[in-house]
C-alpha cells in the first residue's frame, strides 16, 4: 500500500486548500481512511475519517463545517477540502489507510 499526498502550501487566513492522497497497492475501491495532523508543538491529532462506505466524521471542533474529506474512485484519490483557514490549520498533514502511512504535505496559514 502506498499512500501519497499532496497539495499543501501556504495559503492566507480565509483561503482554501485541497489535500489529495492517491492510493496504490491495494484493491480498487474505496477503503476506511483518516487525516492526521502535527501542528507545531502539539502531539499528532486526528483530523478525519472517511469509512468505506462513504460516511465521514470531523473530529476537530473547529474545523467541523470547513473540512469535507471525498473520494474519487477513477482517480483512487482521497481529498481533504478545507476552507476558511486560520493560524491554528497550520500542520503537517497525513493521511492514513489499511496500514500506512503517506509522507505528509505541510500547510501553513499566515498573511
Known amino acids: 500500500v502506498q499512500l501519497v499526498e499532496s497539495g499543501g502550501g501556504l495559503v492566507q487566513p480565509g483561503g482554501s486548500l485541497r489535500l489529495s492522497c492517491a492510493a496504490s ?13 502535527r501542528s507545531p508543538g502539539k502531539e499528532r491529532e486526528l483530523v ?31 481529498y481533504l477540502e478545507m476552507n476558511n483557514l486560520n493560524s491554528e490549520d497550520t500542520g503537517e498533514y497525513y493521511c492514513y489507510c489499511l496500514g500506512a502511512w503517506g509522507q505528509g504535505t505541510q500547510v501553513t496559514v499566515s498573511s
Request: overall charge negative; proline content about 5%.
Open 25 to 37: 497497492g491495494f484493491a480498487p475501491g474505496r477503503h476506511p481512511m483518516s487525516w492526521y495532523r
Open 48 to 78: 478525519a475519517d472517511l469509512s468505506g462506505t462513504g460516511f465521514s466524521l470531523v473530529h476537530i471542533d473547529s474545523a467541523k463545517g470547513r473540512f469535507t474529506l471525498s473520494w474519487d474512485d477513477a482517480e483512487n484519490t482521497y
